[in-house]
């Protein structure tokens, strides 16, 4: 079992620029993350989906959106990078909301220039 | 809302107990524990839910209050490879859809 891929593992974008991260998981999870890491900042929500059809906010949504685009995939996109958003990006998926463990993909690194 | 961990950063010696505080400002249905090594994604360590049941993996060890909603997560004798940032993920404020949430972490390094 893959669990959770991420793709791509590191990018480097110009200011301005648009990108699409990728997360497909494998387990048939219902609900679907991503996090942002900061140094100091811990993990942040940025967008979470209950179940395949559904998206909801989290902590730090501005400049970003999500599409769940079937149950194995949640995608996150930039529209227009800002270096704020240089980060690690991490995204999860677990099998039930409340009351199950959430698996990790292994991150995607994102500089802004 | 971030639940708030305490303390943000410990360091022992190899054999040496501690303890991690979690707490939040709103109810809670569940605590999950994660670990983090530089560089790695977090790895699950336990979930607590609302009940108070006190859970066990290995020697790491948690409790949940929920009248407090708080937890705490306990390492006794602790090895070289507990090493790493400890995180809480919460999950609560009613309704069907619960956000996970995660505290800023606590560093924690276990020295020889």
């Not at chain 2, 979690?22 to 090594?37: I, N, T």
């Not at chain 2, 995660?102 to 276990?110: A, C, D, I, M, R």
């Amino acid at each position: 079992n893959a669990g959770v891929t991420q793709t791509p593992k590191f990018q480097v974008l110009k200011t301005g620029q648009s990108m699409t991260l990728q997360c497909a998981q494998d387990m048939n999870h219902n609900s679907m993350y991503w996090y942002r890491q900061d140094p100091g900042m811990g993990l942040r929500l940025i967008y979470y989906s209950a179940s395949e059809g559904t998206t909801d906010k989290g902590e730090v949504p501005n400049g970003y959106n999500v599409s769940r685009l079937n149950k194995r995939e949640f995608s996150l996109r930039l529209e227009s990078a800002a270096p704020s958003q240089t980060s690690v990006y991490f995204c999860a998926s677990s099998p039930l909301q409340g009351s199950s463990e959430a698996f990790f993909g292994q991150g995607t690194r994102l500089t802004v220039v | 809302q971030q639940p708030v961990q305490s303390p943000q950063a410990v360091i022992l010696r190899e054999g040496e107990d501690a303890v991690i505080n979690c707490s939040s400002s709103k109810a809670l249905y569940s605590v999950h524990w994660y670990r983090q090594k530089h560089g790695e994604a977090p790895v699950f360590l336990m979930i607590l839910l609302k009940g108070g049941e006190q859970k066990g993996h290995e020697k790491i060890s948690a409790s949940f209050n929920e009248k407090k909603q708080q937890s705490s997560l306990y390492l006794t004798a602790s090895q070289l490879s507990y090493s790493g940032t400890y995180f809480c993920g919460t999950e609560g404020g009613g309704g069907s859809n619960y956000k996970l949430t995660f505290g800023k972490g606590t560093l924690l390094t276990v020295n020889p």
